[in-house]
């Protein structure tokens, strides 16, 4: 059910409705893949649909992260990795090898099956960087897998007065009307996915109508309409067609949007499906060596 905005909420000149946080959600403290420290958000109940788990990978401390990802399976959903300092590299049983550093990304299509490892690489100021998962619809779940990287050079800028975005994936456009579309073009879900950057004091309005839009803030602090998320925060934002985002001090995020599939969701470990059955197979599937097909 989604609550009539209020009337301070509406542009009486434009008609346009500022976008409210309406929950907000704690990254938690977890390690993954060879007791790599991490940052995690989820919800496989269908709360952030088509988005299901967030994890940050930040440390200066080889000993957090430097046991990497060694391989794993996965199936039913697509992975976004996205660097801030340091790197990643890449292999997986398709043949893809591949590594990404500062302001890269890789978009990972697990579909029916695939298995890949992910090991980090370090710089000066140790690994910063991000994983997302987005959830398939039930037509693409056994879909052939794919793997894409993309460089910090194809993405393009949205800048404004201090204000910049950067856009992995996906459309944005700036309430000016000014837009631009991420290289990739097949995230789940009609998913998008920016870097927001804001200088002390700097602002930037959004034209935002994607029925999911959440906001991770990871420096800083951002207000949005006015209330402030801190960093380590993720909030969901309710229906409207305008983002309004000030921060007094500086701050950094990642936004993301997209069309919900409103479909039952099962989860075990790496496996996302629609039913316990279809977990089991898969759990089969990958015991038998049959996982990716």
Request: proline share 5%.
């Amino acid at each position: 059910m989604s609550a009539t905005p209020d009337t301070h909420d509406i542009d009486t000149n434009t008609g346009s409705i500022d976008r409210r946080i309406e929950r907000r959600l704690a990254a938690q403290p977890s390690q993954d893949g060879d007791g790599v420290k991490i940052k995690r958000l989820h919800d496989f109940g269908g709360g952030l649909d088509p988005f299901l788990m967030l994890d940050e990978l930040g440390s200066d401390r080889p000993d957090d992260y430097i046991g990497g990802f060694p391989p794993h399976p996965h199936r039913g959903i697509q992975t976004l990795t996205y660097v801030i300092h340091g790197g990643l590299t890449h292999e997986d049983h398709l043949g893809h090898s591949s590594t990404i550093e500062a302001g890269d990304a890789q978009w990972m299509h697990t579909g029916r099956g695939i298995i890949h490892s992910e090991m980090p690489l370090t710089d000066h100021q140790g690994l910063h960087a991000f994983q997302l998962w987005l959830n398939l619809a039930t037509r693409d779940k056994l879909s052939p897998a794919t793997y894409r990287d993309v460089k910090a050079a194809e993405m393009p800028h949205l800048t404004q007065d201090g204000a910049s975005l950067t856009a992995l994936g996906g459309h944005w456009q700036a309430s000016n009307g000014e837009a631009i579309d991420g290289p990739l073009e097949a995230l789940a879900g009609q998913g998008a996915v920016a870097h927001l950057s804001l200088n002390e004091g700097a602002s930037l309005a959004l034209t935002a109508d994607a029925p999911t839009l959440l906001a991770y803030v990871f420096d800083g602090a951002l207000a949005i309409a006015g209330e402030n998320v801190t960093a380590g925060e993720l909030v969901r934002l309710s229906e409207g067609d305008r983002l309004s985002l000030t921060s007094p001090n500086g701050a950094q995020a990642l936004l993301l949007a997209g069309v919900p599939h409103r479909e039952p969701i099962a989860h075990y470990g790496p496996f996302v499906m629609n039913s316990e059955a279809e977990l089991q197979q898969a759990l089969r599937d990958y015991r038998d060596g049959t996982l990716t097909g």
